[in-house]
């Protein structure tokens, strides 16, 4: 029996295909997960029955999803907006610490009502995180300084500022845990309803400024013209440095107000290791909703099941933590591949009969 | 249809939602010729080589080589056919060396999975095995080389390229005979040429038909694409004419005349002559004084230009490729920073300012390069047509951008510039238009805005005729209406037929000056190589290249 497989580029991709993938992805992913569960003596079934309908169908499921969502959509807005000028910002992170550090100091330290102290929080936030992705955007726009890693560096020192912070001056509660001292009622983000914090609104609000900056004002179009062509842009007298600027510092900022969002709306303090990396799981949400600020929420949403049904899923069977993150980055390998697939197309052919000698050609050698 | 044919083609029909690219055309081609495929862009021409070479299935027709009937579906049932093509744009790796780029379209498996292979770690049967061997074809690459081979290759047929030298080390003449080598390396009956000498210079392009008179003289077979008439003139033995995705006819170069070809082409009788009306000349608007510029690799390419550009003047820049009018361009345009001296637009000095502040005061910039500095080729055509104008105030109030209005704008630059191939302003890709299409949607862009002064550098560069025209009657008009222009283009022709001024550059420097009226080419060749017209003694002829180009 011969087996041959050949692999042809696609002149265009089906509309079933291009609709389609998503789902596969997830199905595929899933199915390979399976196998893991199966080998823990975990029906997967009933493994993935709690891990979706528990998450979607129950009010408990239902409120945590939309509670994590909110960094994760802030957070991916934070790598969108530079992705569409041609950047990666890797550091949302380091954006999403020192936004949290700095609104979280405001939140302890000023006395102001309710209403006048979360905004002043979620501004101080969002001045720090501009200020901590401005840096690499500086770097990269006056020195050609590569993004990529200034940014992600940069994470590291966000982080060993906030190690430094939460055991010493901003150190707080009983204990000598690395955390801060309880939020007053006022610096904590009222309640939008059924035990979802307004943060959610704040996400959302951003996502509609973001389509809106990016589909119906100049700046959209100038980050477009920019994040395709560089040299062209500034030949019709784009600044290509304003636009590197902003996009950073405006992606910083986002992340920064997820980060606020997640310390005074959802864990009343501020903890050392407080979040699961919303900052990197960022950059595969980014990438899925890379059509538009909507997608970049709904993927957020996506995630946000995937971290609570993983969550739900490891207390109900008692699978590992590290299983979740398995499914996890299953599924955006899987993701890369189906791109794969969508520009290719890969057939077997199966041929029966005597085998022929390889089909190598002979004409390249001696 | 003789016995000498080796390529038919019959009937080919290819569409394109809305557009008909190939509309039943045939085609034959003998063994031994250089074949001539005539057309302006968009006419069909590479339509019809990307379905003969299988990037496209044809909707309807059949392809015969050698009498039997080819069933392409991808290029390597071309290659192994025998058809090979050299596309305009190079596919070459510019770090790999020159035999490994020939090696790398065959797809040799990596040296472990050959069967043959002598001491490779892994087990003859799971080498041989049918499904391994096929995966190992798709997914790995094996690099060693028989550069003997290809250096023998080479040899044979003149080519004096050093195998194991790397790419980016050869000149895009060496890279496009690299480009041909790797055909050749397959056993190609029968070559395609996409418009080889588009990136050639004149001296690179007469090497490159001394190649192409040496492999139909082994017995290929050529397909030679192009929209020059010179060159069909030099190479081709028999030529086919397509207008509109169709066939006008097939002939013998020398039974018909230059101008029989520029109209089955075109349509229409094509005039190579232009009437150019006394314009009076008004204030300056733009003066230059001592500029001086790097190139991008810091060396002096500028060293203290003066010049003077009046409203209503077309000032024609002549020189040899390289001799600074580049840096001219873009310094002129904003986009380069002068190291010394002062530009005054309008009166008003603008040395050293942004890019914005040149096309705010009436700038425009026709660049060389039309996918470097021209355009975005990932973006719509809408994009494109509006990326200098999009903050004028009628696309909505600050900060917002009404798309609707930029369609428009776009959809009336693509009407009055007859812009084709152009199917959804939003939905087209500027990359997807051929280059005169680009071309003229590039100058519609920097016309319409009525600028004071207009910088076109080569803008009729790998434009096709009927563009040709197109563009030189535009910038005729433009001159009417009192735009300033600088011209700058290696075509004399098109410096002599549109200039009220004619500079010539060598080195950086203005060394001649003089007008269309009184001018003396030989002097003008003279001086483009830096030869000095007042000594006698440098008596030697100006480069064949230098003055022979040109279409009419």
Same mark, same amino acid.
């Not at chain 1, 209403?115 to 929080?121: N, S």
């Not at chain 1, 996400?203 to 509609?208: G, I, K, L, S, T």
């Not at chain 2, 637009?345 to 039309?370: L, M, Q, Y």
């Given at each position: 029996m011969n087996v041959a497989v050949n692999v042809d580029a696609r002149e265009d991709i089906p509309v079933w295909l291009a609709y389609g993938t998503p789902v596969f992805t997830v199905l595929a992913a899933l199915a390979v997960s399976a196998i893991a569960l199966v080998v823990l003596d975990v029906n997967p079934v009933a493994a993935y029955a709690t891990m979706f309908v528990d998450t979607l169908f129950t009010e408990f499921g239902l409120r945590e999803t939309l509670t994590k969502a909110v960094p994760l959509i802030l957070t991916g807005l934070a790598v969108y907006l530079p992705l569409k000028a041609g950047l990666f910002n890797i550091g949302a992170e380091g954006q999403l610490v020192a936004g949290a550090?700095?609104?979280?100091?405001?939140?302890?330290?000023?006395?102001?009502?309710?209403?006048? +102290? %979360?905004?002043?929080?979620?501004? &101080?936030? $969002?001045?720090? =995180? #501009? *200020?901590?992705?401005?840096?690499? @955007?500086?770097? !990269?726009?006056?020195?050609?300084?590569?993004?990529?890693?200034?940014?992600?560096?940069?994470?590291?020192?966000?982080?060993?500022?906030?190690?430094?912070?939460?055991?010493?001056?901003?150190?707080?509660g009983t204990g000598n845990f690395p955390q801060s001292e309880r939020f007053s009622e006022a610096a904590t983000i009222p309640e939008l309803f059924g035990g979802?914090?307004?943060?959610?609104?704040?996400?959302?609000?951003?996502?509609?400024?973001?389509?809106?900056?990016?589909?119906?004002?100049?700046?959209?179009?100038?980050?477009?013209?920019?994040?395709?062509?560089?040299?062209?842009?500034?030949?019709?007298?784009?600044?290509?440095?304003?636009?590197?600027? +902003? %996009?950073?510092?405006?992606?910083? &900022?986002? $992340?920064?107000? =997820? #980060? *606020?969002?997640?310390?005074?709306? @959802?864990?009343? !303090?501020?903890?050392?290791?407080?979040?699961?990396?919303?900052?990197?799981?960022?950059?595969?949400?980014?990438?899925?909703?890379?059509?538009?600020?909507?997608?970049?929420?709904?993927?957020?949403?996506?995630?946000?099941?995937?971290f609570v049904g993983g969550s739900s899923m490891e207390v109900a069977f008692g699978v590992p933590a590290a299983l979740v993150e398995i499914i996890q980055a299953l599924v955006i390998l899987f993701l890369i591949t189906a791109e794969f697939f969508k520009s290719y197309r890969v057939g077997i052919d199966v041929k029966r009969g005597p085998a022929e000698t390889p089909a190598q050609p002979q004409r390249g050698d001696d | 249809m003789s016995e000498h044919t080796t390529l038919r083609m019959e009937g080919i029909l290819k569409e394109f939602p809305g557009v008909v690219a190939n509309d039943h055309i045939d085609l034959s081609v003998e063994r031994g010729e250089i074949h001539g495929l005539l057309g302006e862009n968009g006419a069909g021409k590479s339509t019809l080589m990307k379905v003969l070479y299988g990037l496209y299935s044809q909707d309807d027709g059949d392809i015969y080589l050698d009498g039997e009937?080819?069933?392409?579906?991808?290029?390597?049932?071309?290659?192994?056919?025998?058809?090979?093509?050299?596309?305009?744009?190079?596919?070459?790796?510019?770090?790999?060396?020159?035999?490994?780029?020939?090696?790398?379209?065959?797809?040799e498996p990596a040296t472990a999975f050959r069967s043959d292979a002598e001491g490779s770690w892994l087990p003859a049967t799971v080498r041989n095995n049918s499904l391994v061997q096929s995966l190992a074809g798709q997914f790995s690459l094996g690099l060693d080389v028989p550069e003997q081979r290809i250096q023998d290759l080479a040899d044979q047929y003149g080519f004096d390229i050093d195998v194991s030298a790397k790419?980016?080390?050869?000149?895009?003449?060496?890279?496009?005979?690299?480009?041909?080598?790797?055909?050749?390396?397959?056993?190609?009956?029968?070559?395609?040429?996409?418009?080889?000498?588009a990136v050639l210079t004149p001296t690179e392009a007469e090497r490159l038909f001394d190649s192409l008179e040496r492999l139909t003289d082994e017995g290929l077979s050529i397909i030679f694409i192009t929209h020059k008439l010179t060159e069909v003139d030099a190479i081709v033995d028999r030529v086919t004419v397509l207008r509109e995705g169709q066939n006008v006819g097939t002939a013998a170069v020398s039974s018909v005349s230059r101008a029989d070809l520029a109209e089955?082409?075109?349509?229409?009788?094509?005039?190579?002559?232009?009437?150019?009306?006394?314009?009076?000349?008004?204030?300056?608007?733009?003066?230059?004084?001592?500029?001086?510029?790097?190139?991008?690799?810091?060396?002096?390419?500028?060293?203290?230009?003066?010049?003077?550009?009046?409203?209503?003047?077309?000032?024609?820049?002549?020189?040899?490729?390289?001799?600074?009018?580049?840096?001219?361009?873009?310094?002129?345009?904003?986009?380069?920073?002068?190291?010394?001296?002062?530009?005054?637009?309008?009166?008003?000095?603008?040395?050293?300012?942004?890019?914005?502040?040149?096309?705010?005061?009436?700038?425009?910039?026709?660049?060389?390069?039309?996918?470097?500095?021209?355009?975005?080729?990932?973006?719509?055509?809408?994009?494109?047509?509006?990326?200098?104008?999009?903050?004028?105030?009628?696309f909505g109030d600050r900060p917002f951008l009404d798309y609707g209005e930029?369609?428009?704008?776009?959809?009336?630059?693509?009407?009055?510039?007859?812009?084709?191939?152009?199917?959804?302003?939003?939905?087209?890709?500027?990359?997807?238009?051929?280059g005169g299409n680009l071309q003229k949607l590039i100058l519609a862009r920097e016309i319409y805005r009525d600028p004071d002064l207009l910088i076109a550098n080569q803008p009729?560069?790998?434009?096709?005729?009927?563009?040709?025209?197109?563009?030189?009657?535009?910038?005729?008009?433009?001159?009417?209406?009192?735009?300033?222009?600088?011209?700058?283009?290696?075509?004399?022709?098109?410096?002599?037929?549109?200039?009220?001024?004619?500079?010539?550059?060598?080195?950086?420097?203005?060394?001649?000056?003089?007008?269309?009226?009184?001018?003396?080419?030989e002097r003008i060749g003279l001086e483009m190589t830096g030869g000095d017209g007042d000594d006698e003694t440098v008596a030697s002829p100006p480069q064949s290249g230098v003055t022979q180009e040109g279409e009419s």
């Open positions: 550090l700095a609104g979280t100091w405001v939140g302890l330290n000023v006395s102001l009502p309710g209403l006048a +102290l %979360v905004p002043l929080m979620f501004v &101080a936030a $969002a001045v720090a =995180g #501009g *200020i901590w992705a401005g840096i690499p @955007a500086y770097l !990269r726009a006056r020195w050609d300084v590569n993004e990529i890693i200034t940014s992600l560096l940069l994470t590291f020192v966000a982080l060993a500022i906030q190690s430094y912070l939460l055991r010493g001056p901003m150190q707080g979802v914090h307004a943060g959610l609104l704040v996400a959302v609000c951003m996502v509609v400024v973001t389509y809106v900056l990016m589909t119906k004002t100049r700046l959209g179009f100038e980050i477009t013209f920019v994040g395709s062509n560089d040299e062209a842009a500034q030949q019709a007298g784009m600044s290509k440095f304003y636009v590197y600027l +902003l %996009v950073f510092v405006v992606g910083g &900022a986002f $992340a920064a107000m =997820g #980060g *606020i969002s997640e310390i005074a709306g @959802a864990q009343g !303090r501020y903890r050392a290791g407080f979040e699961p990396g919303y900052g990197f799981t960022a950059i595969p949400i980014a990438l899925l909703g890379r059509n538009s600020a909507f997608k970049v929420m709904l993927a957020g949403l996506f995630f946000a099941v995937l | 009937r080819l069933d392409l579906e991808s290029p390597q049932d071309a290659i192994d056919a025998g058809i090979g093509m050299v596309h305009q744009h190079f596919m070459l790796i510019p770090r790999l060396t020159v035999a490994e780029n020939v090696v790398l379209g065959e797809r790419i980016w080390e050869l000149d895009v003449g060496q890279q496009q005979r690299v480009e041909i080598l790797k055909a050749l390396y397959r056993d190609v009956d029968l070559l395609i040429l996409d418009e080889p000498t089955m082409m075109v349509g229409r009788e094509v005039l190579f002559d232009i009437d150019r009306e006394a314009v009076d000349l008004g204030d300056p608007v733009l003066r230059a004084r001592g500029v001086k510029a790097t190139d991008n690799r810091d060396i002096e390419a500028l060293s203290g230009i003066d010049l003077t550009v009046r409203q209503g003047e077309i000032v024609g820049i002549a020189g040899v490729s390289g001799n600074g009018q580049k840096e001219l361009a873009e310094v002129m345009a904003g986009i380069r920073d002068v190291t010394a001296g002062e530009l005054l637009v309008n009166g008003e000095d603008i040395t050293g300012a942004k890019p914005k502040t040149f096309v705010d005061s009436g700038v425009s910039f026709v660049p060389e390069d039309r996918l470097q500095y021209g355009c975005a080729e990932d973006l719509s055509v809408m994009h494109n047509a509006t990326m200098k104008d999009f903050r004028d105030g009628r930029l369609r428009e704008y776009a959809e009336t630059l693509v009407e009055e510039f007859d812009v084709r191939g152009v199917s959804d302003v939003t939905e087209t890709n500027a990359g997807d238009l051929s009729t560069r790998g434009v096709d005729v009927g563009a040709i025209e197109f563009i030189r009657e535009t910038l005729l008009e433009q001159r009417k209406a009192g735009t300033g222009i600088i011209l700058l283009s290696e075509d004399l022709d098109e410096i002599f037929d549109l200039s009220d001024r004619i500079l010539v550059v060598y080195e950086g420097e203005f060394v001649y000056e003089t007008t269309p009226a009184e001018a003396d080419r």
